[in-house]
Structure formats: C-alpha cells, structure tokens
C-alpha cells in the first residue's frame, strides 16, 4: 500500500472512528444481555433484545460482534445445561440395552430374519407378505 508516513502516523495515533465507537458500545451491551440471559441467547434473540431496548443496529452486525466478542448462545441438549438446572448427576443416569450386559442375547422379534441384507422387522409386522 502507498500511503504516506506522515498519514501513517497521524491515523495510528488518532481516536477511534465512529464505527468503531459504535462497535465497542455495542459489543458491552451484547456482553450485558448475554450475561444477562446466563448464556442461553444466541445472535437472533440478542438482537431482539436490543432492538427492545432501543438499540437500533442490524443483525448480521450483532451476529459479527458476537463472534468478535467470543461469545456463543447455548444449544439444545443435556450437555449445555447449566449445574443448577440438571437434576441429577449423569453418572446417576443409567441405561440399558443389548451392548450393556454382554451375556444378555440381542432381542429379536419371532421369526424374523437377521441376515445383513434383510431389512428390519417390527412385532407384528406383515412384510414381506
């Protein structure tokens, strides 16, 4: 780039544009809200809550920031939920099916064909007629 030292200089050592302004505010309300909401708001709902609060901006431009910002809505699952929300222990959770006990045989309904091209049977299941 060709650009002169003098305006070198004197860009790099001026005050924040106004966009730039603009972002920083921006990103310490989306920062509020985010916390606000214990995490749980992505880009669409965050951009709800401002345009509610009056915060008229774009957002595809809340989405940016909050990326910027590293900040991320959580998603569905049991993995995302907060401690104080889980009841109980994931170690408390037990499950049980065929690859659990190894000397428990794999269930198949009465009749059915288990080769590895046969497709699946239901109980109660007429086909093939």
């Known amino acids: 780039m060709k650009v002169s030292r003098s305006a070198y200089y004197a860009r790099r050592t001026a005050a924040p544009g ?3 302004t603009r972002d920083a505010e921006l990103t310490a309300e989306i920062t509020e809200v985010h916390a606000r ?9 965050v ?29 569905r699952g049991a993995d995302n939920a907060p401690p104080s929300l889980t009841p109980m222990r994931k170690s408390a959770l037990t499950w049980s099916d ?13 009749g059915a064909v288990t080769s590895p091209t046969s497709r699946p049977v239901r109980a109660g299941s007429t086909w093939p007629p």
């Open 18 to 20: 106004p966009r730039a």
């Open 37 to 45: 909401t214990r995490g749980l708001y992505a880009a669409p709902r």
């Open 47 to 75: 951009h709800a809550v401002l345009l509610h609060d009056g915060n008229a901006c774009g957002r595809r431009r809340v989405a940016r920031r909050i990326r910027a910002a590293g900040l991320a809505g959580r998603h």
């Open 98 to 110: 065929e690859t659990s006990d190894p000397t428990r045989q794999p269930s198949t309904p009465a």
